[in-house]
T-cell receptor
Framework: ETGVTQSPTHLIKTRGQQVTLRCSSQ?????VSWYQQALGQGPQFIFQ???????GRGNFPPRFSGLQFPNYSSELNVNALELDDSALYLC?????????????FGPGTRLTVT | GESVGLHLPTLSVQEGDNSIINCAYS??????FIWYKQESGKGPQFIID?????DKRQGQRVTVLLNKTVKHLSLQIAATQPGDSAVYFC????????????FGTGTKLQVIP
């Protein structure tokens, strides 16, 4: 059974550009959540997808958007990048939506905005 | 790898001793309380969770205690090993169909050989 994978590992972008980060959920998991982790802080919830629909969003502006595909893989898109978007972006998948199910985190994508 | 432990409270423990990491939470509506371990350059790794209707749960070398009266959560690690060195986060989840995890402030655990 493969775990959660993310690509790319590292990425450097310029302010104002757009970026797409990718996540492959653990096999059989239909729910994926995305988190932003600034250096020295805990992860902050961005949004969650369940069966290809957004199902909850944290305090992030609309320029953060996502997609979940029929195979439950997912993308995080960030438009008009700002310097403060520099962070580790984590995705986490779970077997289903209920809070009793554990979330499994990927290794993250380190985004640097210059 | 990247450090996730900058500016975090640090707990230094001698190898073999027991470690206790504490956490205060604020949301009384949380249904699950979770401890994660995050090593440098990696994503958080689930250690143990406890439901709000319990006050203690044990795993392999770890015990989580929940005191709802004072909104306090602790993680006890028995016989701490060098491989336990990491940043530990407490986190909470509300009940229902929602997987949002709210993370607290992390604690960096340093194990002294």
């Amino acid at each position: 059974e493969t775990g959660v994978t993310q690509s790319p590992t590292h990425l450097i972008k310029t302010r104002g550009q757009q970026v797409t980060l990718r996540c492959s959920s653990q096999s059989g998991h239909n729910t994926v959540s995305w988190y932003q982790q600034a250096l020295g802080q805990g992860p902050q919830f961005i949004f969650q997808y369940y069966r290809e629909e957004e199902n909850g969003r944290g305090n992030f502006p609309p320029r953060f958007s996502g997609l979940q595909f029929p195979n439950y893989s997912s993308e995080l898109n960030v438009n008009a990048l700002e310097l403060d978007d520099s962070a580790l972006y984590l995705c986490a998948s779970s077997l289903d939506l209920a809070s009793s199910y554990e979330q499994y985190f990927g290794p993250g994508t380190r985004l640097t905005v210059t | 790898g990247e450090s996730v432990g900058l500016h975090l409270p640090t707990l230094s423990v001698q190898e073999g001793d027991n470690s206790i990491i504490n956490c205060a939470y604020s949301n009384s509506a949380s249904d699950y309380f979770i401890w994660y371990k995050q090593e440098s350059g990696k994503g958080p790794q689930f250690i143990i969770d406890i439901r709000s209707n319990m006050d203690k749960r044990q795993g392999q070398r770890v015990t989580v205690l929940l005191n709802k009266t004072v909104k306090h959560l602790s993680l006890q690690i028995a016989a701490t090993q060098p491989g336990d060195s990491a940043v530990y986060f407490c986190a909470e989840k509300q009940s229902g169909g929602y997987q949002k995890v709210t993370f607290g402030t992390g604690t960096k655990l340093q194990v002294i050989p």
